[in-house]
């Protein structure tokens, strides 16, 4: 049978062929496309901003309990925002005026919990993109009546980059990064010179980045960064890693590490006045 099962009406001109795709052009991935809860956070926030750039991180696929999920559906649209570089955040009035902390990368969201818990008068915007671990946070945060914790969804470096004001920071987090251990991985750890420059103009003058972790080399890196950066000065006297803070919480995964002998560094270094 030569004839369509759905002929095309009289008078009306045929409906042109789809554009064929551009050559070279990026076509994201299903899972990054496929919200898995269409009120929470994205699958891929920032895709309309997609650059061909090294990141220090890999979203992981992972399963989400029916309460965290629970949270994201119940909590995202006042707790939770996605990292789109789309608009600037206005910092004093998503957290009614206190001093913001950032926090890059925070797991299951328990330290950032108990965190917010004994310091109220900070605010934490703790950036992650493990599902499973923003739907724990919010849920935490909730269980807990915490007002001081907003979550946020993508990539930290865009963040800043584009959606954070000049010197609007109090202090920046990163406890734990990935270490990338294998030589010609190390490109893509976060704690380079351009992420500290970057850090740099988003810190208020004073203001402190920390740093922990368990991997040796990794937290020799870092310090030989830091203190070679002309925007940054060592609060520890001597030069070296300082001792654990007492605001920072002792983790699970901190635990671990020293159950197996692992030794965790802490590093922390202010933001010069100049």
């Not at 789809?18 to 496309?33: L, S």
């Not at 919010?138 to 930290?156: H, K, P, S, Y």
């Not at 202090?171 to 490109?187: E, M, S, T």
């Amino acid at each position: 049978m030569s004839e369509s099962l759905n002929p095309q009406p009289p008078g009306l001109p045929e409906a042109a062929p789809a554009p064929a795709p551009e050559a070279n052009a990026y076509v994201p991935p299903k899972w990054r496309t496929e919200p898995r809860f269409p009120d929470g956070p994205s699958p891929d926030p920032a895709g309309s901003h997609h650059e061909r750039r090294i990141r220090s991180f890999q979203p992981r696929r992972s399963r989400v309990t029916t309460g965290q999920g629970e949270a994201l559906k119940r909590l995202w649209g006042t707790w939770g925002l996605d990292i789109d570089g789309h608009e600037v955040i206005d910092l004093k009035t998503l957290f009614d005026g206190l001093p913001v902390v950032l926090e890059i990368g925070f797991g299951m969201g328990e330290a950032t919990a108990q965190m917010a818990a004994a310091d109220p008068s900070t605010g934490i915007l703790a950036v992650d993109v493990h599902t499973p671990g923003q739907g724990n946070l919010l849920a935490l945060a909730e269980r807990n009546g915490l007002t001081n914790v907003r979550v946020a969804n993508g990539d930290a470096i865009i963040l800043l980059r584009e959606m954070l004001p000049p010197e609007s920071l109090a202090g920046i987090r990163v406890y734990f990064p990935d270490p990338w251990p294998k030589a010609r991985h190390h490109k893509r750890r976060l704690i380079q010179p351009e992420f500290l420059t970057l850090a740099a103009t988003r810190l208020a003058p004073g203001g402190v980045l920390h740093c922990a972790t368990d991997w040796e080399p990794y937290a020799e890196q870092m310090l030989e960064v830091l203190t070679a950066h002309p925007d940054f000065e060592n609060l520890q006297a001597d030069g070296g890693y300082s001792p654990r803070p007492d605001f920072r919480p002792l983790t699970r995964f901190e635990g671990q590490g020293l159950d197996k002998g692992h030794v965790v560094h802490d590093l922390l270094f202010r933001r010069t006045e100049n």
